[in-house]
C-alpha cells in the first residue's frame, strides 16, 4: 500500500473519531436549539475558521474551485437537511441504518460515471450496510416505507453525490479553499432552509448551546471535515465512506465511555462487522505480471 494511502486513512479514521462523538453533541444541542439554525451556525462557524489560514496562504482561488466547493456544499447541505427533517419522521434506528446506505450507493452510481470499483469494496461496502442494520437496531427496523424513511434515502443519496464530488473536485483543488467554499454553502443554504421552516433563534439559545456549537462547528467541521476533503485526494470515494462509516462505531465508544450508555452483543457484533469491513479495503490489490 502507498505511504500516501496510509496516511490518508488514519487521517479519515480520526476524522471519524471526532464525527462519532459530534453525535453526542448534536444530540445535547437540540435541547436548546432548533435544528436548521444549528446546522447553519456550526457550518457558518467552521468556514470562518479557515478564512484566517486561507488569507495567510495568499494563495488566489479559481473559478474551478468555486464550482466544485458550490458543487460538494449543495450535497451536503441536502444530506443535513433531509437528514434533519426525516428524524422527525421516523425511528433513530431506521435513521441510523437508511443513512448508512450511501456507503452502498456510491459504488453504484460509480458503475454509471466510469468510476468502477474492485471486488474488495464491492464486499466492504455491503458489510458495512450490514453492521449498521445490527448497531442501529437490534435485528428488526420494522416497515419501511413511511415519510421519514423516504426522506432517509434521499439523504443518503446526496451524502454519496458529495462524496462523489469531492472525489472530482479535491485532486486539484486547495483542500482548505475548497472545505471553506463547501462549509459557506451549507450555512447559506441551511440559513435559508431555517427561515422557510419559520424557525427561530435567540441569543439566549445560543449562548446555551456554546459547547456543543464550538465542538461541532470548529473541531467536527473546520477541523475534521477539512480533513476529509484533504485524505479524499488519494483514496477512492467508497473507501473512504467504508472508513468514515466507522464514526458510528466510534459514537458508541463514546457513549460507553462518556455516558455509560449498555450495548446489546448484536450491536457489537455490527461495530467488528464495520471495522472488519475497513480491514479489508485496506489489503493491497495485487500486481498484474506484465
Known amino acids: 500500500m502507498k505511504l500516501s494511502n496510509i496516511y490518508a486513512t488514519s487521517a479519515l479514521l480520526l476524522t471519524a473519531v471526532i464525527w462519532g462523538l459530534s ?8 435541547n436548546t436549539m432548533q435544528p436548521l439554525y444549528f446546522v447553519f451556525l456550526r457550518y457558518l462557524l467552521g468556514s470562518l475558521m479557515l478564512l484566517p489560514v486561507i488569507f495567510y496562504m495568499r494563495k488566489r482561488p479559481d473559478k474551478k474551485l468555486f464550482t466544485g466547493g458550490i458543487a460538494c456544499g449543495v450535497c451536503l447541505a441536502g444530506g443535513e437537511i433531509l437528514q434533519q427533517f426525516g428524524l422527525l419522521y421516523t425511528t433513530a434506528g431506521k ?11 456510491i459504488p453504484v ?7 468502477k470499483s474492485d471486488w474488495k469494496i464491492w464486499t466492504a461496502s455491503l458489510l458495512s450496510v450490514l453492521g449498521a442494520f445490527l448497531l ?10 413511511n415519510t421519514g424513511d423516504f426522506l432517509m434515502l434521499l439523504c443518503a443519496l446526496f451524502f454519496a453525490f458529495q462524496f462523489i464530488a469531492i472525489a472530482k473536485f479535491a485532486p486539484d483543488a486547495d483542500a482548505l479553499q475548497l472545505a471553506a467554499v463547501q462549509f459557506f454553502t451549507v450555512a447559506v443554504i441551511s440559513g435559508i432552509a431555517a427561515l422557510l421552516a419559520g424557525e427561530s433563534c435567540s441569543w439566549a439559545s445560543i449562548t446555551a448551546t456554546t459547547r456543543p456549537l464550538l465542538y ?3 473541531i467536527a467541521i473546520g477541523f475534521a471535515c477539512t480533513v476529509q476533503v484533504a485524505a479524499q485526494k488519494y483514496v477512492h470515494p467508497a473507501t473512504a465512506s467504508i472508513v468514515l462509516s466507522t464514526a458510528s462505531v466510534f459514537a458508541v465508544i463514546w457513549g460507553w465511555w462518556l455516558l455509560g450508555e449498555r450495548y446489546s452483543l448484536q450491536n457489537l457484533t455490527g461495530c467488528a462487522i ?3 469491513a475497513v480491514l479489508l479495503v485496506q489489503i493491497p490489490a495485487r500486481q498484474k505480471r506484465s
Open 23 to 30: 453525535y453526542s453533541a448534536q444530540a445535547d444541542a437540540m
Open 136 to 145: 442501529c437496531s437490534d435485528g428488526t427496523l420494522g416497515s419501511i416505507g
Open 109 to 115: 452510481i460509480g458503475v454509471f460515471i466510469r468510476k
Open 274 to 276: 464495520i471495522f472488519a
Open 95 to 105: 435513521a441510523g441504518f437508511l443513512t448508512a446506505l450511501y456507503v452502498i450507493m
Open 216 to 218: 461541532c462547528g470548529l
